[in-house]
Nanobody, 119 residues
Framework: QVQLVESGGGFAQAGGSLRLSCTGS????????MGWYRQAPGKQRDMVAAITGSGATNYSDSVNGRFSISMDGVRAGFLQMNNLRPDDTAVYYCNMGIFEDGLAYNSYWGQGTQVTVSS
């Protein structure tokens, strides 16, 4: 069984920065893909950024050029958020597609971390 724990959320002023982390524990052999998603009140959960094990990245238009996704390929992934805006306020979730020991492949979600940006 794998668990993901996010950290790094909090409060920031517009123009500020935050760095989110997502760390996996359990029987992880390799992370195949990781994504960061966010959900604002009353809205659906949308993808913000994604990265594959080979390093290919993809960003939503709203964060492209401001956010940067990375991962160590072993157990942890990160989202560097710069030039934050009030409309970045949301609960941020990480998702990992993981090959577990024994090579079973499963997708896991973290519990979410709140990011609040004030104007």
């Amino acid at each position: 069984q794998v668990q993901l724990v996010e950290s790094g959320g909090g409060f920031a002023q517009a123009g500020g920065s935050l760095r989110l982390s997502c760390t996996g524990s359990g029987d992880i052999f390799r992370i195949r893909v990781m994504g960061w998603y966010r959900q604002a009140p009353g809205k659906q959960r949308d993808m913000v950024a994604a990265i594959t094990g080979s390093g290919a990245t993809n960003y939503s238009d709203s964060v492209n050029g401001r956010f940067s996704i990375s991962m160590d390929g072993v157990r942890a992934g990160f989202l560097q958020m710069n030039n934050l805006r009030p409309d970045d306020t949301a609960v941020y979730y990480c998702n990992m597609g993981i090959f577990e020991d024994g090579l079973a492949y499963n997708s896991y979600w973290g519990q979410g971390t709140q990011v609040t940006v004030s104007s």
